[in-house]
T-cell receptor, first 114, second 112 residues
Framework: KAGVTQTPRYLIKTRGQQVTLSCSPI?????VSWYQQTPGQGLQFLFE???????NKGNFPGRFSGRQFSNSRSEMNVSTLELGDSALYLC?????????????FGAGTRLSVL | DQQVKQNSPSLSVQEGRISILNCDYT??????FLWYKKYPAEGPTFLIS?????DKNEDGRFTVFLNKSAKHLSLHIVPSQPGDSAVYFC???????????FGTGTSLTVIP
């Protein structure tokens, strides 16, 4: 069974640009969560999608948005990039219908904002 | 505000000895805890969990202990092996919560 796939693996953008990251969950998983990982902050929860609906949201500004498609694939968009958005963005999928299910992570997308 | 804290950024242990990784939390509503392991260039993988109705859970070489009064949990790895060298994250959630809160991670190095 294929794991969680995130594309691209690396991205370099400049301030003010926008970026879209993609996540394909494990087949059959309907919950997809996104996290930002920075040194000293650990993994910070961005949002979670379940059956194409945003079910939970963390404390990030509105520049961070996402969506989920009918095949459970998810995208995350960051508009008007700031230097502080440089981070590893991780996507995780879960089979359970609750946010407390065990999550299976992708390898992440490393975003650098110059 | 960091609700889950891992105060030791790194830990080195000799192969065969015990590794003890610690995690503290501040929210008394947390009732479910997970440990994840992360190798470089890979995503975190689930290791072991514990709910607040228990104070210990074992899975092979890995044991997690929960001290609710101290709001502290620890992961014991016995015996430690070089393949255990990775970053370990603890995570916590509340039954009424909408997310997991992660610590900042502890980098474990097991020296052969």
């Amino acid at each position: 069974k294929a794991g969680v796939t995130q594309t691209p693996r690396y991205l370099i953008k400049t301030r003010g640009q926008q970026v879209t990251l993609s996540c394909s969950p494990i087949s059959g998983h309907r919950s997809v969560s996104w996290y930002q990982q920075t040194p000293g902050q650990g993994l910070q929860f961005l949002f979670e999608y379940f059956s194409e609906t945003q079910r939970n949201k963390g404390n990030f500004p509105g520049r961070f948005s996402g969506r989920q498609f009918s095949n459970s694939r998810s995208e995350m968009n960051v508009s008007t990039l700031e230097l502080g958005d440089s981070a590893l963005y991780l996507c995780a999928s879960s089979l359970d219908g609750t946010i407390r299910g065990i999550q299976y992570f992708g390898a992440g997308t490393r975003l650098s904002v110059l | 505000d960091q609700q889950v804290k891992q105060n030791s950024p790194s830990l080195s242990v000799q192969e065969g000895r015990i590794s003890i990784l610690n995690c503290d939390y501040t929210n008394s509503m947390f009732d479910y805890f997970l440990w994840y392991k992360k190798y470089p260039a890979e995503g975190p993988t689930f290791l072991i969990s514990i709910s607040s109705i228990k104070d210990k859970n074992e899975d092979g070489r890995f044991t997690v202990f929960l001290n609710k009064s101290a709001k502290h949990l620890s992961l014991h790895i016995v015996p430690s092996q070089p393949g255990d060298s990775a970053v370990y994250f603890c995570a916590a959630s509340a039954v009424t919560g909408n997310q997991f809160y992660f610590g900042t991670g502890t980098s474990l190095t097991v020296i052969p």
